[in-house]
T-cell receptor, first 110, second 112 residues
Framework: DQQVKQNSPSLSVQEGRISILNCDYT??????FLWYKKYPAEGPTFLIS?????DKNEDGRFTVFLNKSAKHLSLHIVPSQPGDSAVYFC?????????FGTGTKLQVIP | DVKVTQSSRYLVKRTGEKVFLECVQD?????MFWYRQDPGLGLRLIYF???????EKGDIPEGYSVSREKKERFSLILESASTNQTSMYLC???????????FGPGTRLTVT
């Protein structure tokens, strides 16, 4: 049973435009949500997180939005850059473990 | 910067072989984790450890065991490798709150 879902396996965006990556979860008891970025042949790197008591967290070009009633979070990248091309995993933390989604491959086209 | 190293980037083993994957971290983190990454399935937690000689099962521990004799080192053991264990294996470390984990570069294991 996939508790964290990323329904879009891939996304293509023009350079300079906004990238929106989406994630849905099923367990309302998760405490934190995180986004990781993964380049080929490298391990994932932490990008940004949000506590379940907040609805928005911003870090430079990256903003994460949390809609608890819809059990949905999204990552906005503005403006998108070619170096942002990677696989993005959303993850939830709760019950003493992190649960990862299946990933969305973002391609930013120059 | 946190450095997490894994013993091999690529590994090819035969069915039935015993396989050791080793992970070493240099940041004195309490927690260490082993994941596997498969297409369409994301990262799935195999085992984790929150202290030396302590281990806990993750979501998919079957066919695996782990060892943590020193704080900086966490080993994943495939007792008898099978073809369905062909995967990318990722080690990670973290501090007490677990919110942010630091990953190694991964080991791509192929079992033939």
């Amino acid at each position: 049973d996939q508790q964290v879902k990323q329904n879009s396996p891939s996304l293509s965006v023009q350079e300079g435009r906004i990238s929106i990556l989406n994630c849905d979860y099923t367990n309302s008891m998760f405490d934190y949500f995180l986004w990781y970025k993964k380049y080929p042949a490298e391990g994932p790197t932490f990008l940004i997180s949000i506590s379940s008591i907040k609805d928005k967290n911003e870090d430079g070009r990256f903003t994460v939005f949390l809609n608890k009633s819809a059990k949905h979070l999204s990552l906005h990248i503005v403006p998108s850059q070619p170096g942002d091309s990677a696989v993005y995993f959303c993850a939830s933390w709760g019950y003493q473990k992190v649960t990862f989604g299946t990933g969305t491959k973002l391609q930013v086209i120059p | 910067d946190v450095k997490v190293t894994q013993s091999s980037r690529y590994l090819v083993k035969r069915t039935g072989e015993k396989v050791f994957l080793e992970c070493v971290q240099d940041m004195d983190h309490e927690n260490m984790f082993w994941y596997r990454q498969d297409p369409g399935l994301g990262l799935r937690l195999i085992y984790f450890s929150y202290d030396v000689k302590m281990k806990e099962k993750g979501d998919i521990p079957e066919g695996y065991s782990v060892s943590r004799e020193k704080k900086e080192r966490f080993s994943l053991i495939l007792e008898s490798a099978s073809t369905n264990q062909t995967s990318m294996y990722l080690c990670a470390t973290g501090t007490g709150d677990w919110h942010e984990q630091y990953f190694g570069p991964g080991t791509r294991l192929t079992v033939t």
